[in-house]
């Protein structure tokens, strides 16, 4: 069984950073896609960036330019947010996905980050 953790949240203030980090436990097996996805209240969860095993294979327009997606080692990816804005405020989950058989899908619980002054 995959479980994935997030951690890395909390209170930023405008124009200021921070990193998330996504680490799994247990084992994966072929080719996965490691994804953040964000949700702001109310809304539909929104893909954000996307690491493919040769490396960043997608940025949402919103966050190009300001939140490169990493692998720190064999079981972590991360996310790191620079210039951040209030409407970066949202819950940010972690995802691992097959790349050919999207039902092997893995998901965080998720961490907040408020962006606020």
């Known amino acids: 069984q995959v479980q994935l953790v997030e951690s890395g949240g909390g209170l930023v203030q405008p124009g200021g950073s921070a990193r998330l980090s996504c680490v799994q436990f247990?084992?994966?097996?072929?080719?996965?896609?490691r994804n953040w996805y964000r949700q702001a209240p109310g809304k539909q969860r929104e893909l954000v960036a996307t690491?493919?095993?040769?490396?960043?294979f997608y940025y949402a327009d919103s966050v190009k330019g300001r939140f490169p997606i990493s692998r720190d080692n064999e079981t972590t990816f991360s996310l790191q947010m620079v210039g951040m804005k209030p409407g970066d405020t949202v819950v940010y989950y972690c995802?691992?996905?097959?790349?050919?058989?999207?039902?092997?899908?893995?998901w965080g619980h998720g961490t907040q980050v408020p962006v606020s002054s």
């Open positions: 995802n691992v996905r097959h790349s050919s058989n999207h039902a092997r899908d893995h």
């Open positions: 247990g084992d994966l097996f072929g080719s996965y896609m």
């Open positions: 690491l493919a095993d040769v490396g960043p």
